[in-house]
């Protein structure tokens, strides 16, 4: 298993549900952070969280806006003089018939849940490109490979991130750079509660089960390399 402690990694969406359940986990393991979210007051809320001498670095801001988006890499790199480790996890939900999805909606599902983690990774490579083990996981969706009903807009931003994911990951992996791909069924947040109001929490994956997937993946860096892992609630019927 790797060692995890002192690598430094950025986190988007670290201000709830997945994304502060992996910045604990990462903590846990000495892992240096970036936390990057729209409220500040959350993300000090998700500071507040880590294990005691975590060394924590807060990025407020709006992943919309492109100056504070590029800048983030940037910063991590500053605080930390590396960067290892990149997580895509932040997004935004619509439940809405297609023939009701506005343009203005789509455009910024798409905007968040795809064009934010493209130029985010673009950003990040140049750091990523001088560690000894760089990683970037991004989260995605069950829906990057199903088609629900009232999910198009949602669907294809995870459909977009899948693609990404997979075409980066053959550029970059002859320079050691892996590019992992989670996709959760039903996981127990706000965003789902919007995305999918007919589920019950009853059975659902809790976030802190991501959370673990992701630092399977991180920890466990060996000749065996796991490309993507889709996860389904135990009560959904396998494969």
């Given at each position: ?63 919309l ?62 750091y990523?490109?001088?560690s000894?083990?760089?990683e ?5 969706s069950?829906c ?5 009903p009232?999910q ?6 995870k ?12 550029e970059?992996y ?33 976030p802190e ?11 466990h ?16 019927q396998?494969?």
């Amino acid at each position: 298993m790797e060692k995890l402690a002192g690598r430094a990694a950025l986190i988007t969406g670290a201000s709830g549900g997945i994304g502060s359940c992996i910045a604990m986990r990462l903590a846990q393991s000495g892992v240096r952070l970036a936390l990057c979210g729209r409220s500040e007051e959350k993300l000090r809320h998700t500071a507040s969280s880590l294990p005691d001498g975590a060394d924590c670095l807060l990025l407020a801001g709006d992943l919309l806006d492109d100056a504070f988006l590029l800048d983030c890499p940037r910063r991590a790199q500053a605080r930390f003089g590396q960067l290892d480790i990149l997580v895509n996890c932040a997004g935004m939900a619509l439940s809405r018939p297609f023939a009701e999805t506005t343009a203005a909606e789509y455009d910024r599902i798409m905007a968040l849940n795809a064009r934010a983690p493209f130029l985010l990774m673009q950003a990040s490579l140049p750091y990523l490109r001088a560690s000894d083990r760089a990683e970037i996981v991004n989260i995605a969706s069950v829906c990057a490979q199903k088609g629900y009903p009232l999910q198009s807009a949602y669907s294809a931003s995870k459909h977009a991130l899948a693609g990404m994911s997979k075409s980066l990951a053959n550029e970059v992996y002859s320079e050691g750079i892996r590019v992992h791909l989670i996709s959760p069924g039903g996981v127990f947040t706000d965003m789902v509660r919007v995305a999918r109001p007919d589920l019950s929490p009853e059975g659902m994956i809790l976030p802190e089960d991501v959370a673990e997937i992701a630092a399977f993946l991180l920890e466990h860096r060996t000749n065996a390399v796991i490309d993507q892992i889709d996860v389904h609630r135990a009560g959904k019927q396998p494969f």
